[in-house]
């Protein structure tokens, strides 16, 4: 995900040809290594909550697949092509500053977000899905620019980004937990803190425009 979103935010200086190349291994690589971490948390959660023997047996299993399914993707054609890509990859030169091309991407993954959000039914989890996934982007981006400015101004708005991705993140392994195995979880509990971590987003001054 971290690498996708770097591909996106210097885009502007680098060949679309070999990015788009990468980004389509990457969306296909994905999918595999996204399921083996959702059964590893659901696993911790089940072994947190003492779940029955058989019933925690039966996520092990299923962990142990999905597990074995990830490491043939890292072992894949595919997958050792990704590093000789991005070792070819020479940026363009950039006739403004770091700062300036920094605001300008960030600017545009900030509003992916607010776009996404505006009329989202975040009571739906695709929804919340699809939030989430465009705050971690935007947080990446941050943290890729971040030297480019003054850590005082950088700092307050990456942590308020971190608080509403754990909620977002939390809210999604309650939702892969009902999906994979009936699991139930504290979805209204963590909807109520969503709110106030979006409130607390929207309240931070955008670092990269000041």
């Known amino acids: 995900r971290r690498l996708r979103a770097a591909l996106r935010a210097f885009r502007d200086v680098l060949p679309s040809k070999t990015t788009k190349k990468l980004k389509r291994s990457l969306s296909k690589l994905s999918p595999k290594l996204s399921a083996a971490r959702d059964w590893d948390v659901l696993v911790a959660r089940l072994e947190s909550q003492r779940a029955s023997t058989a019933f925690l047996r039966k996520a092990q299993a299923r962990r142990a697949a999905a597990r074995r399914v990830a490491r043939r993707a890292l072992v894949s054609k595919r997958f050792a092509g990704i590093g000789p890509a ?34 989202a039914d975040w009571s739906a989890a695709p929804a919340r899905h699809a939030l ?18 003054p850590a005082r101004r950088v700092t307050p708005y990456i942590t308020a980004l971190k608080a509403l991705q754990d909620v977002l993140g939390e809210l999604n392994d309650v939702a892969v937990g009902r999906r994979l ?6 979805e209204a509990g963590l909807l109520r803190r969503l709110g106030p971590a979006w409130r607390a987003l929207e309240r931070r001054p955008v670092f990269w425009r000041a």
């Not at 920094?102 to 977000?113: F, N, V, W, Y």
């Not at 971690?136 to 480019?148: D, N, Q, V």
């Not at 195995?181 to 504290?186: E, K, Q, R, V």
């Open 132 to 149: 989430r996934i465009r705050v971690k982007r935007l947080r990446y981006s941050c943290e890729f620019f971040a030297p480019a400015f």
């Open 181 to 186: 195995l009936g699991l139930a979880g504290d």
């Open 86 to 119: 991005l070792r070819s990859l020479k940026a363009a030169e950039s006739r403004t500053t770091l700062a300036r091309f920094a605001a300008a991407a960030l600017d545009r993954a900030h509003r992916k977000l607010f776009t996404e959000a505006d009329g």
